[in-house]
């Protein structure tokens, strides 16, 4: 049985033209929260790359798929995440994420967050205190 998945699968690839990169999802939230909105993101952070310090305006909510990568959340300590492993960042929590290994982590990230306005702000590394 296991050899009929990939057959279907090349057969359905066969069958109908090759489709782009999934889209991202918007979802409208309950109408306690007007101005927001539910936005769903596959992010591939590769070996090497790097997202700075940065903010959202609304919560963040991460899934690692494969894969690995460091997290640190402002006044943290940065954190080693696996496969499996999720985490969750307040609204305008600074944080910043990374990958130094040799592999590509795929991550699944929601966020409930204001409809307008950009979705990552960049901001200055927060100081130790």
């Known amino acids: ?3 009929a998945v990939p057959l279907l ?8 033209p090759a489709l782009a990169d ?11 929260a007007k ?8 992010r591939d952070i590769g070996p090497g790359e790097k997202a700075d310090w940065h903010i959202h ?7 690692v798929i494969s894969g690995a990568f460091n997290l640190q959340i402002a006044g943290g300590p940065i954190r080693h995440l696996v496969q499996g492993d999720s985490f969750q960042i307040d609204r305008d929590t600074p944080h910043r994420a990374y990958n130094d290994g040799t592999g590509t982590a795929a991550l699944l990230l929601t966020y409930l ?12 590394a927060p100081t130790v205190r």
């Open 22 to 32: 999934p889209p991202d999802i918007h979802v409208d939230v309950p109408n306690g």
């Open 113 to 124: 967050r204001d409809k307008s306005g950009p979705l990552a702000i960049p901001v200055p």
């Open 1 to 3: 049985m296991r050899r």
């Open 57 to 63: 305006h609304g919560t963040e909510i991460g899934y």
């Open 35 to 42: 101005g927001m909105e539910v936005y769903v993101h596959e």
């Open 9 to 16: 699968l090349a057969l359905s690839m066969i069958a109908s």
